[in-house]
């Protein structure tokens, strides 16, 4: 990752992000809801200008490595994704509609984590290998940080 030169500024937005349908139920392990959450992720993406490194959808959750502009807020940017990709799932799958039924897809909380803690490589790379079950893996390890990012001005 790259620090951008913004009017007025300089530096760098990226973030980690963890979403989770609500009451945690596995609805991804279906094929087609999982190829409809990542269209509409992407689909969003494009539309507000974000830049997205990574995604992995697994059964009960979704990682997103996301960089945007920063004119919009990490409450906005959430806001957005599961936003948009709720009124996509609800709409095109009426069976998904029966298990949520006062139109909530996604829980109300969030993850989020800076980049600038942990490099962009250790992220990806956590991402990326978050295929197996969360017990056998040690997220300390995983997070643990390796080098700072460095500013240059």
């Known amino acids: 990752m790259e620090l951008k030169s913004i009017s007025h500024g ?3 937005n ?12 596995p609805v991804f392990n279906n094929e087609a809801v999982k190829l409809e959450c ?7 993406a494009s539309r507000y200008g974000f830049n997205i490194h990574c995604l992995q959808i697994m059964d009960d959750h979704v990682h997103l490595f996301v960089d945007f502009k920063p004119n919009y807020s990490v ?3 959430v806001q957005l994704f599961k936003g948009c990709s709720a009124h996509q799932i609800l709409n095109n799958f009426t069976w998904v509609r029966k298990w ?7 829980s109300a909380g969030k993850f989020f984590r800076s980049v600038g803690n942990v490099t962009a490589d250790t992220i990806q790379n956590y991402i990326e290998q978050s295929q197996g ?8 390890t995983i997070y643990r940080q390796q080098h700072q990012t460095k500013l240059y001005v």
């Not at 980690?16 to 609500?22: L, N």
């Not at 990542?38 to 969003?44: D, I």
């Not at 949520?100 to 996604?106: A, D, I, N, P, V």
């Open 38 to 44: 990542k269209n509409a992720f992407y689909s969003t």
């Open 75 to 77: 409450s906005k940017v």
């Open 10 to 12: 300089y530096g760098q």
């Open 133 to 140: 079950s969360w017990s056998s893996k040690d997220t300390k």
């Open 100 to 106: 949520y039924k006062r139109g909530h897809f996604w």
């Open 14 to 25: 990226t973030y980690h992000f963890v979403f989770v349908p609500k009451y945690r139920w």
